[in-house]
């Protein structure tokens, strides 16, 4: 039987792949029942001519959407990924945005497929929570966590987790050119093409840092049993180490197409658009080496936040968020990213939340506060 699945965020980086990996598994697998996107409604239109979906939503220019009734708003978007009719949703939205619609489709016992950062970082005790009471299933799309659940078979016996990062654009670069370093250099990743925001988060390490915070929360393991290894080859995804001292770790070849697969067809897996035999003998070497706090504060920070817990990774994540667009719009320099989100976290500290609702309202006051310290940050 089909399967009906709504890709919330369908014009960005994982929902056009996630498309593509939809149409390769043919006809008889997935039926698309929503497509929601932002404001690319030239892209969003050539979609709904594919895939026709029963249900379209778009943020912006609504009026230039071919479908007959385009939902929008925050209900818009809470409706279509809460919808029954779907049998699993794609959160492939970047932000705080995709929180509600998460929660939203959990309560309506709906499994997610989970790409969305924000999500884990913003609310994880709570979307957990809500996740185990509904019997929901949140298979995660992250290359990582994607590799660590197919890893995991009894969490009671695991007694590590190892997250890999490739290091990113920086990896060998010194501290003078980063701080010197323009947007086309910190954009050039050398092994993912993602969309802008977390490619900056993947120069800064900060991405690694909410990953360690996600899989806290996705696999319920302590922080002091979470360990980040920079592996610039991006072959070994992620590992899990065992109690007994056995290791298991999943490797392939650096493709998204294969843990959103794996992540919406799970537990089968179908020969896909990029699988092809893996050969070690081709990539001959794997390199592993200790993060460089010094050199990437902010992943130091992302894991002290993480420890620190309840409203902590709030704070930081809506602090960071601000100032990699305040780099992007050229307003900060790279440095000034730490800096800037550092001072935030400090200013506001621990604070005690009771709900989604406060977990907002702290979201807001932080991004009001870190907009208004950007314009005279200091650029070195
Ligand atoms: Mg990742």
Redesign the pocket.
């Known amino acids: 039987m089909k399967q009906k699945i709504s890709i919330i965020g369908s014009t960005g980086s994982i929902g056009t792949q996630a498309l593509e990996v939809i149409e390769a598994l043919g006809n008889d697998r997935f039926e698309i029942y929503g497509l929601a996107a932002g404001g690319n409604t030239e892209l969003l239109n050539k979609q709904i001519k594919k895939f026709r979906p029963k249900k379209v939503y778009a943020s912006k220019n609504i009026e230039s959407v071919d479908f007959k009734k385009v939902l929008s708003g925050e209900d818009g978007l809470e409706e279509i990924a809460s919808d029954r009719e779907n049998d699993i949703v794609l959160m492939a939205v970047s932000g705080r945005w995709g929180l509600k619609p998460t929660l939203a489709a959990i309560r309506n016992g709906i499994d997610i497929a989970l790409a969305n950062k924000e999500t884990l970082v913003m609310a994880g005790d709570i979307v957990m929570g809500e996740a185990k009471a509904n019997n929901v299933k949140i298979l995660p799309v992250?290359?990582?966590?994607s590799a660590i659940h197919q890893c995991i078979k009894n969490l009671a016996d695991v007694s590590k987790l190892i997250i890999t990062a490739s290091g990113g654009p920086f990896l060998n670069k010194s501290s003078y050119d980063m701080a010197h370093s323009d947007i086309k250099q910190v954009l050039n990743h050398p092994r993912?093409k993602m969309g802008r925001k977390i490619t900056v988060d993947?120069a800064t390490l900060m991405?690694?840092g909410l990953?360690v915070i996600e899989a806290h929360h996705l696999f319920d393991i302590d922080y002091n049993n979470i360990e980040v290894v920079i592996h610039p080859q991006s072959v070994v995804h992620s590992a899990v180490e065992y109690k007994d001292g056995s290791v298991i770790a999943q490797l392939g070849m650096p493709s998204m197409h294969i843990p959103i697969q794996y992540a919406i067809t799970y537990p089968e897996r179908f020969e896909g658009i990029e699988s092809k035999s893996f050969s070690f003998t081709d990539i001959a070497r794997l390199d592993f080496l200790k993060p460089d706090f010094d050199k990437f504060p902010c992943l130091k920070l992302a894991l002290e936040v993480g420890r620190s817990g309840g409203s902590a990774p709030v704070v930081m994540n809506a602090a960071n968020e601000e100032a990699v667009y305040a780099f992007l719009d050229g307003v900060i320099g790279y440095n000034d990213i730490y800096t800037v989100v550092e001072k935030i976290c400090k200013d506001f500290g621990t604070i005690s939340l009771n709900g989604i609702d406060d977990i907002f309202e702290l979201d807001n006051e932080v991004r009001a506060k870190t907009k208004a310290l950007l314009p005279g940050v200091e650029i070195v």
């Not at 992250?142 to 966590?145: L, Y």
């Open positions: 992250d290359s990582e966590h993912w993947s991405n690694k990953e």
